[in-house]
């Protein structure tokens, strides 16, 4: 039977997050519960809140998980309510938290929930099943402007406007209810077979990141994550593609800067002082070894930062 999911450079995560004695641990990205296991088999005395707003995931997580069921508590929420979440469990800061974004191997191997454009089932993509928005919605009633932007900011495709107008062309005569029929419209805007492989993904990608708001939740966890952390604390995360990596890298310089006054200010005015420090100059990638076993590791980049003790202020 195919694994749930494989997690990614499970050494370095463990590395970078530094787990202390007692110390108090999120998994913000649960899935099937891989970097959890690991985190709790480094060091079996802290404490691990574990989300993800995919009931499968929990139902997984919560079997991998069973044997340290005293002392981790499993949330089935976004991340971005993880301050509201915590908070409910009176928890006022943690020692370190982990990231794994995207999608599980086993949502995109799950035919039905229409991650995919192999295989053929409803245009869904949603993580969260109970969310209102899909990708049918978003390709039966989106503006075509709208859908352009979409395929050209969220899957950086070439053919964007060209594909948009296809779609808009296709569902004027019929609904487009699968991703067949989606990932065929595609291949008939873009000729050559492996250009099209690639657009599908490109497209696909862009579709299930506006379904999701991948990119608006993160940067609000983000930013929320690196608070509550308490001096010392680690925040590592793991993304998949530059439109991610881009955002958690802003948000680790964002951390890590002080004054941002404009030059010409006499004096600040802004009192911003740093709270975190960096831990990779660059992003870590998986080794050539782990990208030969597990191919999802190829396009992994980690990045670990440090929120400064107050006294280094
Ligand atoms: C790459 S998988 C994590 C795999 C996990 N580290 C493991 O070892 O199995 C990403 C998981 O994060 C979840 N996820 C993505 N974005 C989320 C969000 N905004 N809030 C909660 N869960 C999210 C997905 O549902 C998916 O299960």
Redesign the pocket.
Known sequence: MKP??V??MVTECIEFLHLKNGGIYV???????????AMLEANPTISLFG????IE?IEQ?TIVLEPWADQVCIIQ????ALRTELAMRKIKGIDGI?F?????S??IDQVSRGFSFEGDAELDMR??QESELNAFKIVNEMEMYDLAKIIKDFGEELYAKRIAKAIVEARATAEIKSTKQLAAIVESCVKFGKESVKSKARVFQAIRIHV?S?LD??QS?LADSINILNPGGRIVVMS?HSLEDRIVKQAFKTASTGCDCPPQAPMCFCNKVPILKSLTRRPILASDSEIENNSRSRSAKLRAAEKIPVEEK
């Open positions: 749930y999911h997690p990614v998994d913000a990205t649960l899935g099937g519960g891989g970097h959890s296991k989300l993800d707003q995919d995931a997580a929420n976004n991340f971005t982990l794994d974004l995207g999608v599980s086993h949502q993580m969260d999701n991948e939740v993160l966890a998949y």
